[in-house]
């Protein structure tokens, strides 16, 4: 397959970017991007790149517009420059948002590579001004590209929707062991810190008479009762006043606080 050379360059740009839970993996550090693109730039135009754009800290799930660093970029890239990402996920972890911006950059004149993906293989160039008839319109490297981005950038997001769910998934089995997983201490419990080796986690440990409250309340609910019902009748023959919506968040726990979780 054959590239459409670049005729003319002006500027050189890297976009580097790393999320917080990032930050602490091998091979996605803002440094180590900016080696590999000024490695590729310096190989392959032997000369330097002549601007980094940077967002630190910044999950690649917000749009590419809505990110300091990359709209920064997309603010001063022009025609005939050349931008570098290390890999596709680093730009955008959304299939949308990455086919939404490239066709932007190619109709702006701009050449775009994912040096450790894809090497000196452009993923976007500026498309023909004065191209006319079927060559113009049936150009088998844009659609090779098209194709090529479509199904990396799935992936991408997939993989990233994983990440996600083994997270979550972690959550609820620390949860499902008693530990207390953020947000406000379930009724019936409060947090107390726990040594872990060189950890400290935080445990849910149960107030007494609050936990007598939970089993008259799912005592009720066993019976058929309802939120509204079990309110009355917790003030009426316990004297515990607990407002009905907070008993239906009581009934609909599902990770912290249910019973024999804690």
């Known amino acids: 397959m054959t590239i459409r050379p670049i005729k003319q ?22 440094r180590q991007q900016q080696d590999a693109i000024s490695a590729f730039v310096q190989e392959k135009y032997n000369r330097e790149v002549d601007q980094f754009f940077i967002d630190d800290g910044v999950s690649g799930t917000r749009p590419i ?26 730009l955008s972890r959304t299939a949308n948002d990455l086919l939404n911006t490239i066709p932007h950059l190619e109709d702006a004149g701009v050449t775009l590579f994912f040096c450790e993906q894809f090497g000196d293989v452009p993923i976007c160039y500026p498309k ?40 979550a998934e972690g959550k609820c089995d620390w949860a499902g062991r008693g530990y207390f997983i953020g947000g406000t201490p379930p009724y019936g419990y409060k947090v107390e ?21 939970l089993k008259v309340i799912y005592a009720l609910a066993d019976r058929g009762k309802r939120a509204k019902a079990i309110a009355k009748e917790l003030k009426s023959f316990h004297g515990t006043d607990l407002p009905y919506h907070k008993i239906q968040k009581i009934l609909d726990r599902k990770v912290q606080g249910i019973p024999n979780a804690a």
Not at 16 to 21: F, L
Not at 65 to 90: A, F, N, Q, Y
């Open 9 to 30: 360059i002006n500027n050189i740009y890297g976009y580097v970017r790393v999320s917080t839970q990032e930050q602490v993996r091998s091979g996605v550090s803002l």
């Open 65 to 90: 517009l809505e990110r300091p660093g990359s709209k920064d970029l997309t603010d001063t890239i022009d025609e005939h420059d050349i931008v570098v990402c290390t890999r596709l996920d680093r």
């Open 193 to 213: 810190e726990e040594q872990h080796g060189n950890k400290t986690r935080k445990k849910l440990v149960p107030i007494e008479e609050e936990q007598r409250v």
């Open 128 to 167: 023909a001004k004065d191209g006319k008839g079927l060559r113009n319109r049936f150009d088998m490297n844009d659609m090779a590209n098209k194709i090529m981005l479509m199904v990396l950038s799935a992936v991408a997001e997939i993989e990233h929707a994983t990440i996600k769910d083994r997270f």
